[in-house]
């Protein structure tokens, strides 16, 4: 991997320079655009989910390249066993030993990947372990007190989704779907290594992970902020008021707000009264398996075909199972 550098970010900059101009003009002329509460909501919707979500993207930046440095490639196929089923149980519970958000696990997944991880334990570990979580289980029940079984339903539903979609991709994808430059070995981080010591080598390339990322991430929170801050609610809600409507809104609800999976059930709870119990575990499941930010990093990392496909699963997966689990809700 090679070491970060300012001109890498040109791309972000040079189209923010240029908006910077006609906002420095029209400020002084238009002040009443500072108190708009349409510029309120979007700033604070961006900062709220940014500052969620960087220190999870910073914290797999950090165990990823721990990872890098300090665990060989024959660790780590000899930690996930060799079949199909088992090795997806394995990953599916890897979320009690990692507790991580959904936006670290994707740099700590990628570099599993590139030290010899296969592609549907990875996929399982992505989906599975924002949720299978002692933390997130915790914050659901506390969320739900006085309906507890949510709480169980979505740890079930979750851990069913992960292990049939990652069933789904050992049966069905035969290439590596990694972008080409997702594909190259780790020499150059054990070569670092050795010549400049292992923990300068886990901090810089932390720092190109880190960056490498949180680019996606800014550009999600980005365009998450704008739909939070311009779609109609009270269309929505509306919509949300038929019988299947409700599970489809909730479930884009959650891939536009794009919560951290362990203060997703708090808002969830809050349309307990008006929506089904089924559509709020659809809201729970989707969000920290596909939300806006976590869209823009899963396609920096997989080739676009294979993106959508994983989408459309998850998706489908959530809305089938949500409805079959509503009946005992």
Known sequence: MTSFSPLKMLPLLLPAAFLIIPIVLLIPKHRELMDSPYLYTFKTGFIGILLEALPFVLAGALLSSVIGVFVADETITRWVPRQALPALLFACLLGVIFPICECGMIPLVRRLLRKGMPLHVGIAFILAGPILNPIVFSATLTAFRSHPSLAYARMGLAFAVSL??????????????????????????????????????????????????????????????????????????????????????????????????????????????????????????????????????????????????????????????????????
Not at 251 to 274: E, N, P, Q, R
């Open 164 to 329: 049939i979609i990652g069933l789904i991709v050992y049966a069905t994808v035969k290439r590596s779907p990694l972008r080409l430059s997702m594909q190259r070995g780790d020499e150059e981080l054990h070569h670092e290594a050795l010549n400049g010591g292992k923990l300068a080598a886990v901090f810089t390339h932390a720092a190109d992970d880190f960056f490498e990322m949180g680019k996606y991430l800014i550009l999600g929170c980005l365009l998450t902020s704008l739909i939070q801050t311009f779609v109609v609610q009270s269309s929505l809600a509306s919509i949300g008021g038929r019988p299947l409507g409700s599970y489809l809104f909730m479930m884009g609800f959650a891939f536009i707000l794009s919560l951290c999976s362990t203060s997703d059930a708090f808002v969830a709870s809050s349309f307990a009264h008006s929506f089904p119990s089924g559509s709020l575990l659809a809201f729970m499941v989707l969000g920290p398996m596909l939300d806006f930010k976590n869209a823009m990093m899963l396609m920096s990392l997989f080739k676009t075909r294979f993106a959508l496909y994983l989408f459309f699963l998850i998706a489908s997966t959530v809305f089938t199972g949500a409805i079959l689990l509503s009946g005992w809700l």
